[in-house]
């Protein structure tokens, strides 16, 4: 089986924050989605989520403050799943709260480089 990896995009964005029982409902539907995976035996590493605030290496070395994307851009978390290939793997990521959340999933496959 492959690897790859899901890189959450946007998602739960309205002009209010979720109430702390709203917030408390997203991150239970994402544990039991995470738990699910396990157990199915697809999640290799549910991940976590990622703070917005960061910092960007140039290659000239400079470092900037961000990444500033659009908040709809902007990564907000991983997971690590395995697949048969790229389609079984997409499949898998339509169940993903993030897209019950109008965010987008991006799935991409790990290269097998068989370093020692």
């Known amino acids: ?3 790859f990896l899901f890189v959450y995009r946007g998602g ?3 002009p209010e924050p979720p ?15 995470i738990q699910g995976g396990t157990e199915a035996g697809w999640m290799v590493d549910g991940g976590t ?5 960061g910092q960007v290496v140039q290659p000239d070395l400079v470092v900037t403050d961000g990444p500033f994307a659009e908040a709809k851009e902007l990564v907000g978390g991983f997971s690590i799943v395995q697949a048969d290939d790229l389609a079984a793997a997409t499949k898998l990521a339509k169940t993903s709260p ?8 991006e799935v991409r496959e ?5 370093i020692p």
Do not use: R
């Open 98 to 105: 993030m897209i019950a959340g109008g965010g987008s999933v």
């Open 110 to 114: 790990f290269m097998n480089y068989d």
């Open 19 to 33: 109430s702390p029982e709203q917030m408390q409902q997203i991150m239970q539907t994402w544990m039991d989605w």
């Open 1 to 3: 089986m492959a690897k």
């Open 12 to 14: 739960h964005e309205s």
């Open 49 to 53: 989520g990622l703070k917005a605030e």
